[in-house]
Each structure stands twice: as C-alpha cells, then as structure tokens.
C-alpha cells in the first residue's frame, strides 16, 4: 500500500499563487506516476497535472501550474500561479501505474485532499 499526504492548500487572491506538496510513503517502488485532481463544489473529480517521464497538463492550467518531482522524496509539487478564483477546489494527490498519465486517469492511490481557495 501507498498513503499520500498532501499539504500547503490555504487561501490566496486571484493572481496569486501557492505551492502544493504531496509526500508519499509505504510501497512506493510500486509508483510510476503521481498527479493532481481537483474537485469544486457540485462538480466532478477532474485532471490537473500529472508527472512520470514527461509531465502532462489540463488545459485550463498549461502555463499557469507546474508539476515536479523528488524522487529521493517521494514527495511531488504543484506550483500554482495566477491563480484565478475558479481554481477553487479541493486538490488530490494522486499516485499509480502510467494509466494515470492519460485519459481516463486511472490512480491507484489517492490523498485526501486539500483546500485551495482563491478570492476575487
């Protein structure tokens, strides 16, 4: 098993911009791929970044978000800049096989999430 602990969400003003972690522990030999969801209120799961050789992008954060990688931590980032408010959400981590890297993105462990919330 792997468990997934994200921090660094919190609140920051439109244009603005915050650092998430992720820290895996457990078996993590098991992981190819880590990654980030979000989830707004009365809206579905949804693909954010994900990294494994290359790094891949939703479109709605391309040139906004950057996604990277501590192997020696198993720990994974998501830089986040110009924020806008409908990045609000709850942010999973997320960590797996490479069927993470495309659609459907398929995770085999999840984090818990947490809150960003960006105010106009």
């Known amino acids: 098993q792997v468990q997934l602990v994200e921090s660094g969400g919190g609140l920051a003003q439109a244009g603005g911009s915050l650092r998430l972690s992720c820290a895996a522990s457990?078996?993590?030999?098991?992981?190819?791929?880590m990654g980030w969801f979000r989830q707004a209120p009365g809206k579905e799961r949804e693909f954010v970044a994900a990294s494994g050789r290359s790094t891949y992008y939703a479109d709605s954060v391309k040139g906004r978000f950057t996604i990277s990688r501590d192997n020696n931590k198993n720990t994974v980032y998501l830089q986040m800049n110009s924020l806008k408010p409908e990045d609000t959400a709850v942010y999973y981590c997320?960590?797996?096989?490479?069927?993470?890297?495309?659609?459907?993105?398929?995770?085999?462990?999840w984090g818990r999430g947490t809150q960003v919330t960006v105010s106009s």
């Open positions: 997320a960590a797996g096989t490479p069927l993470l890297l495309q659609p459907p993105y398929e995770p085999d462990y």
């Open positions: 457990g078996r993590t030999v098991s992981i190819y791929a």
